[in-house]
């Protein structure tokens, strides 16, 4: 990577990762199993709490992929899925044939809203079609509205599909996201706040249906001295190797939130005193976010016309990584012909919006840098 640019969420070793890679080497598990592997659920387990049950695998969208396997979506089935996400939450229902129905955020949390999801779920029934499941997601690390989401699921008898790709460490009401749906997902691609390189996690309530997705992650293999099959199965388990990766990775997990949570406090200190830029924050005390990624949303009304994209350029200019916040999936093109249900609040936010570098691992130098940098454009 180029040491001097500074980079939206780059990987954060704390130092033992390397420990457990080698002892991989050592004892020869370089294999989609093994004592890594074991491990690194059982630190998951015990961080997440709440009973639950983890399995680790090969991504994000493999854990969402066999997620709605075990909430039973075949094609043409309908799910309901949260429109301001990354791909990786829809893409998989596609996978099974069945049909997204997107629906608009709600501007606190940035996440789906509940009124919109209601409605969204009693026009879909009008027109004969009953929505079997609900993806909700914890976008940026900002738990969505669990109490509100999870009262309408259970009005209409709809199972959750909790996305916490973004979440690990945010809480709800002191609870761990991750553990709230009837499924729930975890990513460590390279830019979470925690990274096994590639890879994720399914989190379940139960023992049966962990086993249930390691059965399907590991090409549905039944048990019988030779290679039979009785059902479709997925090449979707974690490496031995990877997951030590994990295993160090847990180690430093709060403490590298701590400091994703310092970026946030170190942006709303920047732009406390410049009108039209708002940073997203928790709505209340009920909501802990990991911070994964802090955003700004900026109003040219209120800052002489300055737009989110000048300002993305101008941190490109200096060598400073921003981005756009999710296009939604209503606008992409690839899920344009879908169901939309909700307003235009998405839509404003993804105009608006921009995530600023807010790496663990980012210095004192890095800060300097990015402020000067928003100082001298916001004089001009």
Same mark, same amino acid.
């Not at 301001?84 to 709600?106: C, K, Q, R, W």
């Given at each position: ?12 070793? #704390?130092?033992?990762?390397? @420990? ?39 991504? #994000? ?15 043409? /089935? ?102 709230? #749906? ?15 390189? #590639? ?10 249906? @962990? ?53 946030? /406090? ?85 105009? @608006? ?28």
């Amino acid at each position: 990577m180029n040491n001097s640019k500074i980079w939206l969420s780059s990987p954060h070793m #704390g130092g033992s990762e390397q @420990k457990y890679v080698q002892q991989a080497f050592d004892t020869n598990w370089v294999a989609p199993l093994g004592p890594n592997v074991n491990g690194f659920e059982q630190d998951l387990e015990n961080y997440l709490g709440n009973e639950c049950y983890v399995g680790a695998l090969s991504s #994000g969208t493999a854990a969402i992929h066999l997620g709605l396997i075990l909430l039973g979506i075949l094609a043409g /089935d309908e799910v309901i899925c949260q429109s301001m996400t990354f791909s990786a939450s829809a893409n998989p229902i596609l996978y099974l044939g069945a049909t997204p129905v997107f629906v608009d955020s709600e501007s606190e949390t940035w996440n789906l809203c509940p009124i919109a999801l209601e409605e969204a779920i009693v026009d879909r029934m009008a027109k004969g079609k009953k929505p079997k499941a609900i993806i909700a997601v914890h976008l940026y690390g900002m738990p969505f509205r669990v109490a509100e989401i999870k009262a309408v699921a259970a009005k209409y008898r709809i199972p959750i599909l909790e996305d916490s790709a973004e979440a690990l460490g945010s809480r709800y009401k002191g609870k761990q996201c991750g553990t709230f #749906g009837d499924i729930g997902i975890l990513s460590f691609n390279g830019n979470k706040i925690i990274t096994t390189s #590639g890879g994720g996690a399914i989190v379940t309530p139960s023992k049966e249906l @962990k086993d249930k997705a390691v059965f399907l992650a590991t090409q549905a293999r039944d048990n019988a001295p030779h290679y039979q099959h009785s059902e479709v199965g997925y090449n979707y388990r974690m490496s031995n190797i990877c997951a030590g990766i994990g295993r160090g990775q847990m180690e430093v997990l709060d403490a590298h939130i701590a400091l994703r949570r310092k970026m946030n /406090d170190f942006y709303k200190e920047l732009f406390k005193d410049i009108e039209g830029i708002t940073v997203f924050d928790a709505p209340n005390t009920d909501y802990v976010s990991n911070h994964w990624l802090t955003a700004i949303v900026v109003d040219p009304e209120k800052t002489n016309g300055i737009t989110a994209e000048q300002i993305r350029l101008v941190l490109e200019a200096g060598d400073v990584e921003s981005r756009p916040l999710w296009k939604p999936m209503h606008l992409q093109p690839v899920f344009e012909a879908y169901p939309y249900y909700g307003k235009s609040i998405a839509q404003n936010l993804f105009e @608006k919006g921009l995530c600023l570098p807010s790496g663990s691992n980012l210095t004192d130098e890095d800060r300097s840098r990015i402020e000067k940098l928003f100082l001298e454009f916001i004089k001009l």
